[in-house]
């Protein structure tokens, strides 16, 4: 199988930063050394109350990234309008809400595929690589190719939970359902990747999908970075996904 990419989060670095204020800890640098490590890709979350990255986050990174960045984004005008003036790599549509602590799950396509799909057509005429963050179900992956989207993010969140509050049962039904779902989308000609909550002890059933193209990890990775910095802990994740994709 062809190597998994990974993309790496560094909102939760911004978050460190934003609790006191001030310049420090540095989520470009954050990117830089995910981007030294092997990173193939940076994501990061412009949210409407710019509770983490800042729109000079956003800045700096199209500036001093060698690696793709990959731009997360509520379907709204002002976040169109800032896409369109940075033009990055990929953009990745989420739902957001003010309340919610991280984003809890997939952008309901199905019931918006019209205001989506004219949402989204500025957006690859742009340039960008259009993906849909959306929760393993068929009717969603239907309606995100419907709209014209060349990638989606499956929502891993149920799986990695299930696992992790020891309902073992039902994490190996959310697997499977993701499992299914990864192979679904990709004969439909979407390109397939997974992201959210996943771990070291998650990460390598889902890493096996052969038609998993990329997975986007964050929050558990700059949690981890605080005992065994940023490099090594990228480090080891790679190499959970590699053995897994048996490369």
Known sequence: MAKLRLGVNIDHVATVRNARGGDTPDPLRAARIAQDAGA??????????????????????????????????????????????????????????REERTTEGGLEVAREENRLAHFIAPLR????????????????????????????????????????EGRFEQAEAELAKLREMASFGHALGLEIHVGHGLTYDTVSPVAAFPEVVELNIGHFLIGEAIFLGLEPAIHEMRRLMDEARGV
């Open 40 to 97: 193939d890709g940076i994501t990061a979350h412009l949210r409407e109350d710019r509770r983490h990255i800042s729109d000079a986050d956003i800045e700096g990174l199209m500036e001093m990234l060698s690696v793709p960045l990959n731009f997360e984004m509520a379907a709204t005008a002002e976040m169109q309008s800032i896409a369109l003036r940075h033009k990055p790599h990929a953009v990745c549509i989420v739902p957001e809400k």
């Open 125 to 164: 005429e742009a340039g960008c690589r259009v993906s849909i963050f959306i929760a393993a179900e068929q009717r969603q992956l239907e309606a995100a190719h419907r709209i014209g989207a060349q990638v989606v993010e499956l929502h891993s969140g149920a799986y990695c939970d299930a696992y992790h």
